[in-house]
């Protein structure tokens, strides 16, 4: 199961650098790069800032979350009081990936002159992510960088156990 989240976590991060390399010519000079909530287009950018920004924010968000368990003295400890952490974090990176291919897409199809429902597809996207986001909250073991980190939760497991499963649902 590791191994094909592996697999799938690196086409997640490839599949934008890959449609860039072969829509590159055919981006105009000027992207669209924010959408309001009816989704019109509110916002622009040059192809190069503007159509590179969410494939390297993807990028440096999954090397972030591979590499912040190493400093989390909560998240060093030895095998077997992890829990669930190493099941979760996964998926939180592909769930991170999968929201921000999504954006990535509708970003390039609109500047492909595409019709797509831009703001519902955006809405739906974020409304999942954040199903599958709570879905797993409940089972993140307390640590320093994700979840809902107060001096209370920190301190008792329990309290922070509790918070979660109350957070998740919410």
């Known amino acids: 199961m590791k ?8 086409l997640l991060l490839a599949a ?11 981006l105009p000079a000027r992207v669209p790069i924010h959408w309001d909530l009816r989704g019109q287009i509110d916002g622009w950018s040059a192809k190069t800032p503007g159509m590179l920004i969410i494939p390297l924010t993807a990028l440096g968000l999954t090397v972030l979350l ?4 190493w400093f989390d003295p909560r998240l060093r400890r030895t095998s077997g009081e992890e829990g ?16 921000l291919d999504i954006i990535f897409f509708v970003q390039i199809a609109t500047s492909l002159s595409r ?15 954040s199903v599958v986001l709570g879905n797993y909250l409940g089972n993140v073991r307390p640590n320093y960088f994700v979840g809902i980190r107060t001096p209370w939760t920190l301190e008792n497991p329990e309290t922070w156990r509790a918070t979660h499963r109350l957070g998740g649902r919410l």
Do not use: C, Q
């Open 3 to 10: 191994s094909k989240l592996n697999w799938l976590e690196l």
């Open 16 to 26: 934008p650098f890959v449609a860039l390399a072969i829509y590159w010519n055919d």
């Open 66 to 69: 591979h590499i912040l368990p």
């Open 84 to 99: 669930l952490m190493p099941a979760v974090l996964p998926i939180v990176r592909i769930a991170t990936l999968g929201l």
């Open 115 to 129: 019709s797509i429902p831009a703001a519902r597809i955006m809405v739906s996207s974020v409304l999942i992510f």
